[in-house]
């Protein structure tokens, strides 16, 4: 029977579709053999994979365990609902995921996948004191990013570019205690072998090329995305031009700031 064809850009749960019927295929199991092995059946997968049937938690998780994916699924799980997320966001994490390199920059902040939960727990708790979100949607953020983190564990984890403005490293978010835990999480992150976090300093002043936090990604086609964020929401770029340039950028940045072994450095010193 020819299978029908997937639109991923339809919806996030034919997005989600998409994503379950591609790893499955990779894992070279049947819809058949994935719902015996999950507890589901054959025209039950299919739903799923057309995007007419919800996934439960549960499942999701059972699956991720089954195909190998090292948590792919789950984090597209979490984008079925979308609504405690930065409008374009979603769309973003779903290339993250596939993605075989990350080169990020960011101002002020740690970044979300170098986060400890502790850190991201007073980030959101914030949100939440100011009438932001609700508690509900700070739990659920919560869960997405580490979700999203499981991305550096699996064994084809992606490459992974950090460069920190060095204000991310003097606020103490959640208080000395939890920004002294996230500097030693950074610390630990810098040493393993497909990581590298690189420091620019504030001396770099004008020279500095980006404004805003600025994320390049590289598919296993080699397709290169840009996003960016500003308050209301996330932009995801697949024009070439755009993508391009802020690469360009990026690697001029690169070459400004601090070495591995300084920025290293400058983590312990304010760890200490």
């Known amino acids: 029977m ?60 059972a699956a991720d365990q089954v195909l190998k994916t090292g948590g792919t699924l789950e984090l597209t799980f979490w984008t079925l609902s979308g609504s405690s997320l930065l409008e374009g966001f979603p769309e973003y994490a779903q290339q993250e995921a596939k993605a075989q390199s990350i080169n990020h920059f960011e101002l002020g902040v740690v970044p979300g996948l170098a986060q400890t939960m502790e850190y991201a727990e007073a980030f959101a708790g914030a949100a939440v004191r100011r009438g932001s979100i609700t508690e509900d949607q700070a739990a659920d953020r919560l869960d997405f990013l580490s979700a999203r983190q ?45 990581t590298t976090i690189q420091v620019a300093p504030f001396a770099l002043a004008e020279e500095l090329p980006f404004t805003m ?28 031009g755009t993508a391009q340039a802020w690469e360009r950028d990026y690697h001029q940045l690169q070459v400004e700031a601090l070495p591995k072994a300084a920025s290293l450095e400058m983590i312990r010193k304010c760890k200490a």
């Not at 589901?40 to 439960?56: A, H, K």
């Not at 990604?217 to 070439?240: F, K, V, W």
């Open 213 to 240: 936090m600025v994320t390049l990604l590289t598919l296993p086609n080699r397709t290169l995305l840009a996003y960016s964020e500003c308050q209301l929401r996330g932009i995801l770029a697949r024009d070439s």
């Open 2 to 61: 020819r299978e029908t064809e997937l639109d991923p850009s339809a919806s996030p749960l034919k997005a989600f579709g998409a994503q379950l019927r591609r790893l499955r295929k990779a894992a070279g199991l049947t819809q058949i053999q994935l719902g015996n092995l999950t507890n589901l059946s054959d025209s039950q997968i299919s739903n799923l994979e057309r995007g007419t049937r919800n996934p439960t938690l549960d499942w999701v998780l």
């Open 150 to 194: 499981k991305l550096l564990e699996r064994p084809s984890a992606p490459r992974l570019h950090l460069v920190l403005d060095e204000g991310a490293l003097m606020r103490p978010v959640g208080g000395p205690r939890a920004m002294a835990r996230q500097l030693a999480h950074l610390e630990d992150l810098a040493t393993r072998p497909n």
